[in-house]
């Protein structure tokens, strides 16, 4: 098979979906199923739909006219905030997007009503993690600003933490969501459907059944993908890991020493190596490089081997304490981390191999 290559596994990825979908919809939630770690892949995105989800998000305005491209007709949502010059393809494409910009809103609304289609918008709340969002004691007067605008349904209010300054959800920071929401309901005569609490993240509530009542929408992605937490380090029990693997192939398979031979300067990328002297060890080159992978992100599925580093096109690996043997042209494969995982779907470089049992 093709090197080097990333193994989907679609099969437990739909079951997943099936899960995080059914356990949204016992808790009255709806759920945006988050695609965009794909890169606009198609078939990662049927699985969500498989196990049943209606709605689909992603950050690029590509990837949903992908979506949309190869039939979809489900619900889309763009997560980024839209760039203006993208407004009217923000229309084309997508059902609903975040906001966090009047002007922004502005010519969204201006854009709908060009084409006579109406559009639907999240208004986002910085409840501390300092991405995207309207701080909340600025939320009044950015509605004043928005509310009569024509084409447009201003469909609720929402909040990401946990992606930036690493904020946790809690209680007290997706309450304040609910709170807002209430205020601005009695305020402004609105009805806010939609309370969209967070990410994967969040789900943590969801789990020790502490999510502030009102809550009623998650954008999920991780979760499905991966069934981990990362920002709560979190395995989720019920759902499946280890979705994602990559493979390469040995290209150099050589004894030599653990320390470099000569005056050491910078690497390729500007850092100053650092190596320990473990006398003579077994080394092997992988035919990938930090072009299509995170390194930080590879765990070998096979005892006894430890990534050392990488160049662009070269990933070295020292297999010293790999029990059986090992020759050129044989194949290692590793665990991914989610950086890892974006990175090689991005890459045009990387074999994708659908696994479906
Ligand atoms: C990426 C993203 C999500 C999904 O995050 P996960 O941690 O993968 O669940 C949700 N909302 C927004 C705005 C995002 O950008």
Redesign the pocket.
């Known amino acids: 098979m093709e090197n080097p290559r990333i193994n989907i596994n679609l099969t437990q990825i739909r079951e997943n979906a099936e899960r995080v979908f059914e356990n949204c919809r016992n808790n009255n939630i709806s759920l945006t199923g ?1 695609v ?1 770690v794909g890169a606009g892949d198609i078939k990662l995105a049927q699985s969500f739909i498989n196990g049943g989800i209606k709605s689909l ?1 992603d ?1 690029r305005l590509d990837n949903i006219r992908n979506l949309r491209r190869s039939g979809y007709q489900g619900e889309t949502v763009l ?2 905030l839209p760039q203006l010059a993208e407004v009217t393809e923000v229309i084309n494409y997508a059902d609903l997007s ?1 906001v966090s910009e009047v002007v922004t809103v502005k010519a969204l609304s201006e854009a709908a009503v060009k084409v006579c289609k109406r559009h639907g918008i999240i208004v986002m709340i910085d409840v501390g993690d300092l991405r995207e969002g309207i701080l909340p004691d600025q939320i009044k007067d950015f509605f004043r600003e928005i509310v009569n605008l024509p084409m447009l349904d201003i469909r609720g209010i929402g909040t ?1 933490v ?2 930036y300054a690493g904020v946790l959800p809690t209680i007290s920071n997706t309450e304040i969501l609910v709170e807002l929401a209430e205020e601005l309901r009695d305020y402004y005569s609105l009805e806010l459907p939609l309370i969209s609490g ?4 969040t789900t943590r509530l969801l789990s020790d059944n502490t999510l502030p009542e009102g809550i009623n929408h998650l ?5 499905i993908l991966q069934g981990t937490d990362i920002t709560n380090q979190r395995i989720i029990k019920d759902l499946q890991q280890n979705n994602f693997t990559m493979t390469a192939s040995i290209i150099e398979l050589k004894d030599k020493p653990s320390a470099p031979t000569g005056e050491v300067g910078y690497d390729a990328f500007g850092n100053i190596p650092v190596y320990e002297d473990r006398g003579v060890r077994k080394r092997a080159i992988l035919a990938v490089g930090r072009q299509d992978v995170k390194l930080d992100g590879l765990i070998p599925v096979d005892e006894g081997i430890k990534v050392l580093g990488a160049s662009s096109d070269h990933l070295l690996v020292d297999v010293t304490d790999k029990k059986g043997c090992l020759s050129t042209g044989d194949e290692l494969e590793f665990y991914l981390d989610y950086g890892a995982i974006l990175r090689l779907m991005t890459s045009p470089y990387v074999y994708k191999n659908y696994i479906m049992f």
Request: with cysteine; glycine share 22%.
């Open positions: 988050v965009k998000g950050s997560l980024r975040l990401n946990g992606c967070g990410n994967t993240a954008r999920i992605g991780e979760a």
